[in-house]
């Protein structure tokens, strides 16, 4: 399951992206470091691998599937 200190593989419009989940003092988006407080590391908190969260970004929605957390 999915929480703070997390790495998640995600898969989204067939590009795989790796993410750290962090406290929001410790994010850096442009490094992968997201904040658990971001709208993806809110969605991401609690899930696990194969399963699919959907955000909302000013260009519409995003849909994030999870290949690996640990």
Excluded: C, M, N, W
């Excluded at 419009?13 to 989940?21: E, L, M, Q």
């Excluded at 988006?29 to 691998?49: A, D, F, R, V």
């Amino acid at each position: 399951v999915i929480g703070i200190g997390s790495a998640v593989h995600v898969s989204r419009d067939d590009k795989t992206t790796k993410f750290v989940i962090v406290g929001t003092d410790e994010a850096r988006p442009e490094e992968g470091y997201i904040s658990h407080q971001s709208p993806l590391g809110k969605e991401l908190i609690g899930k696990k691998s194969g399963d699919t969260v959907k955000i909302k970004t000013p260009a519409g929605s995003a849909e994030y599937r999870i290949l690996k957390a640990g």
